[in-house]
């Protein structure tokens, strides 16, 4: 009878997909991933920032050698940590550096940070408080900005504009490196109370559309048109720009790393990213979406 | 007196309806303005390159319609099930009741509970990582009331001559359903399907926990770690994280692309809907 | 003698014969029960995932102003009043309009252009709701801002608890519309035909006897659209503000409408879904907000289905 075909045709089509178990889970060690189907699939999940340069050379790799590459941004750089911690993704992408807590709450993880790039964080500002003469900041006033003490950009030498601060969302990259700098550790950030921006474009489109607006941001977003980056006010008193030339050396206080994470050392799938990444390609890529390739960072 | 008050109520009726219609309409202008001269067949045919910036949409339709796909799959045959429970194995009473409450509450369930509901059981209890099927299964569910409504109301308006008829020839209750009923309120099921797949088709929460990824996935193979991409969510990320002022057409293509799944779902049911009502009319 | 009359078909099924358990009737009741068991365990496990964190807060998570993960600190208060703020002011605009539009629809179109306009109606309610979204962040925000600028306030920037509710009015305007029309449809012509028998105008009948008539269902479709609006997490999530702990000085205060907020089905689409994976607490506080936001839509629905029936009984 029809409806029996119907019905069995459907409990088997259930059963089919509960039982996909082939064990084909080679790869990177100790990372329990289920065994997937299709364990050829080199799985990338992490921050926006890395994701730039990284997402291309996996469209790069996809065409020339046609490995199978899946690239997610969920959650950021925390997200990437976790999500290699959890064993769901092979490489995890990071633009902060790992912290002990991190390796500490993945103990069978042997954490690989393989470094492909710089990147800087700045602080961008809205058309009208660039024109309003505010064109640095120092750490202390970034703070008391950070902890509400200060609420309107004439307390900087600025025009009569209240601040309006968009706090990046927690786990992002960015925000670690402006906590790391402002308090030394995230950890020792004070709660806070701000409207929250999640990626790149987000923060941009916000920012250059509201009057006294402050955000973190990768200083290769800052495009000097509709928002600007701010120079800060390094600990010695010295006025640093987020030009190249400082990310380079060091100087810019929020310069940060961009990371491959992977476990242990990588293999196969994974080695032929990493070193595709770390090659002279790889590396036009990162130029390519502004950041720092390794053979510019002088230090 | 009575001319003002008439005056006053038309006038106000027609300022909501003008109101009404004039906004939902701009949305709709709004966007094609923007997303039609990013669509194209390439668009359609080609696959997203740098990142979004370039390239077109063609494994995002894929991906959507294969989601859309498994949840009209999973809620056919539980949709046959509750309307034929409901309207003919049940009793009127308590049970017939507490069904259509069930039915009733799970239609305004928010999507994003469907969402976390999918983080916990597929992702974290059956370790299928991103799979296509639970996308599909949680949509499935999602749209069951809908299916399962637009069939318990075809049924409800089934002439009762072809039941009595058959019953005369001395069928049973269930072949009386198998080959009376089902055949006849198939439109029913369809018309409540392609509502539901419409609705499925433009869901993000559901989808953005469990099955789907911004780029990479082309065909699924297999269930586990078999992501896919998605047009709802390809939106979604890059409404927060494009990474090129040059993405901004394609977003609304994208949407574009998406709208016109949706309404041309929705409009090939006209037809169907049409003539039950019709026929209902007539009955 | 009872005069003979046609069976619904659900009663002449009744008549015929029935083997006691075949394949058919099995598998619509297996069916059945693997839906209703799939959502029990579903929601089962949604229950248990929220409990640490009532022993680690305690009512304080109902009751606090204070959300900060990073101190396991877990307070939704502000985000259940950005919930209920964003759908009162949703409600309150898509509701007059919406029924007005509905009124204008039945009363004053001829039956075609009603027709036409119903199915444009139903059609423009199938926009999805990330497109909704990318509205709001790319245009309406904007729009919001340089408004309530010019017209002196100050607010922080284009995104709050205004702009989302605007942004939901929107959204639930085609559903307001069409359950009331259905409202409007459901009163009898026996009433209408009634009132213009008395002598009562176009407008006083729509007035005095249609829209009180179709009070309950109105009434119905407008506690739907409720529900519909506090469920609404991915447009909410983009223009809102994502400001976990705003609190207002009293509740609606304006100051409050025009800056950011957040509500709780825009928390969690957010990014903290993802990293609270990993902890029990805060995995738990975010199941919770779940829990909070479907229990008061489920009691929404069942409120509206519950003035329905009540409504159908009277007729």
């Known amino acids: ?299 | 007196m009575c001319r003002t008050t008439d005056r006053v109520v038309f006038v106000a009726a027609l300022g909501c309806a003008v109101i009404a219609c004039g906004v939902l309409l701009s949305i709709v202008a709004a966007i094609a303005i923007r997303g039609l001269p990013a669509v194209s067949w390439h668009f359609l045919t080609e696959q997203i390159r740098l990142v979004g910036a370039a390239g077109g949409i063609f494994y995002n339709l894929v991906g959507t319609l294969l989601l859309i796909a498994t949840a009209g799959a999973i809620s056919t045959p539980l949709a046959m099930g509750i309307a034929l429970t409901h309207s003919y194995y049940l009793p009127e009473g308590r049970a017939r009741r507490n069904l259509s409450l069930l039915l009733y509450a799970l239609n305004g369930t928010p999507s994003i509970l469907f969402g976390i509901a999918g983080l916990i059981i597929f992702v974290k209890y059956f370790g299928w990582g991103k799979s296509w099927l639970s996308g599909g299964i949680l949509l499935g569910f999602l749209i069951l009331p809908t299916v399962t409504v637009s069939l318990v109301e075809r049924i409800k308006v089934l002439p009762g001559k072809y039941i009595e008829a058959a019953a005369g020839l001395g069928l049973t209750r269930s072949q009386i359903v198998s080959s009376v009923v089902l055949p006849q309120s198939m439109s029913g099921l369809i018309t409540g399907l392609l509502l539901g797949l419409a609705r499925a088709a433009g869901e993000t929460a559901p989808i953005m926990f469990t099955a789907t990824i911004f780029a990479g996935a082309t065909f699924p193979a297999g269930v586990k770690e078999s992501p896919v991409l998605s047009m709802p969510y390809h939106i979604f990320i890059l409404c927060q994280d494009s990474y090129d002022p040059g993405v901004s057409a394609k977003v609304w293509g994208t949407a574009t692309v998406l709208l016109g799944l949706v309404f041309l779902l929705s409009l090939i049911v006209l037809p169907m809907r049409l003539k039950v009502h019709e026929e209902a009319k007539n009955a | 003698m009872t005069p003979t009359r046609v069976l619904t078909p659900g009663e002449s099924l009744f008549l015929a014969p029935r083997r006691q358990w075949d394949l058919v009737r099995a598998s619509s009741y297996g069916f059945t029960a693997v839906t209703v068991l799939a959502l029990a365990v579903a929601l089962t496990l949604l229950v248990w995932q929220n409990l640490p964190i009532w022993g680690h807060s305690g009512e304080g998570y109902f009751t606090g102003k204070n959300w900060y993960f990073r101190h396991q600190a877990f307070g939704m208060l502000p985000m259940l009043y950005g919930t209920i703020a964003v759908s009162v002011i949703a409600l309150l605009l898509a509701g007059p309009i919406g029924i007005g539009a509905a009124v204008f629809a039945g009363e004053y179109l001829p039956a075609r252009a009603r027709m036409v306009m119903k199915l444009m109606i139903e059609l423009l309610a199938g926009i999805p709701s990330v497109v909704y979204g990318l509205l709001g962040i790319l245009i309406l925000r904007n729009y919001v801002y340089d408004s309530l600028r010019a017209m002196g306030m100050d607010p922080l920037s284009g995104d709050s608890l205004l702009t989302a509710g605007l942004l939901l009015a929107v959204m639930v305007l085609p559903t307001v519309m069409t359950l009331a029309d259905d409202a409007l449809r459901g009163v009898s012509p026996i009433q209408r035909q009634a009132a213009r028998g008395l002598g009562l105008s176009q407008g006083q009948s729509i007035l005095f006897v249609l829209l009180p008539q179709a009070g309950r269902g109105l009434v119905a479709a407008v506690l739907l659209a409720l529900g519909r609006a506090l469920g609404e997490a991915i447009a909410v999530f983009l223009v809102v503000g994502r400001q976990d702990n705003q609190w207002p000085r009293f509740p609606f205060a304006p100051d409050s409408l025009i800056n950011a907020g957040q509500t709780l089905a825009s928390k969690l689409g957010g990014a903290e879904t993802n990293i609270a994976y990993g902890d029990p607490v805060h995995w738990a506080a975010v199941v919770g907000l779940g829990l909070i936001l479907l229990s008061v839509v489920i009691t929404v629905t069942l409120l509206s289905a519950w003035i329905q029936r009540r409504g159908e009984a009277h007729v």
């Open chain 1, 1 to 299: 009878m029809k409806r029996i075909l119907k019905f069995v045709l459907v409990a088997c089509a259930m059963m089919a997909g509960c039982k996909d178990d082939s064990g084909g889970g080679a790869g990177a060690s100790s990372a329990s991933t289920p065994g997937s189907a299709s364990a050829m699939a080199l799985k990338l999940n992490g921050s926006t920032t890395v994701n730039l340069p990284a997402a291309e050379a996996a469209e790069i790799l996809r065409a020339e050698k046609g490995m199978n590459i899946q690239m997610d941004t969920h959650g950021g750089s925390a997200g990437g940590i976790s999500q290699l911690g959890d064993g769901l993704v092979q490489i995890g992408m990071s633009s902060k550096p790992l912290s002990d807590d991190d390796r500490k709450k993945y103990p069978k993880i042997q954490f690989n940070p393989i470094h492909i790039g710089e990147d800087a964080v700045a602080l961008i500002v809205s058309k009208d408080v660039w024109d309003g003469g505010v064109k640095t900041l120092s750490k202390q006033q970034a703070k008391d900005i950070y902890e509400g003490k200060v609420t309107n950009w004439k307390e900087l030498g600025g025009a009569d504009q209240r601040i309006a601060f968009f706090n990046k969302e927690p786990g992002r990259g960015t925000w670690e490196v402006f906590a790391h700098w402002v308090y030394g550790s995230p950890k020792s950030a004070p709660a806070v109370n701000f409207p929250e921006v999640g990626g790149n474009e987000e923060t941009r489109n916000k920012v250059a559309s509201t009057r006294g607006a402050l955000s973190q941001l990768s200083s290769s977003w800052a495009d000097g048109k509709t928002v600007f980056a701010l120079a800060l006010k390094a600990d010695d008193g010295q006025v640093v720009e987020p030009a190249p030339a400082n990310i380079a050396t060091g100087r810019y206080p929020m310069s940060r790393p961009l990371f491959l994470l992977t476990d242990g050392e990588p293999a196969r799938d994974v080695k032929t990213f990493v070193d595709f990444l770390l090659s002279a390609r790889g590396q036009a890529l990162v130029r390519k979406h502004g950041y720092l390739s390794l053979d510019q960072l002088k230090r």
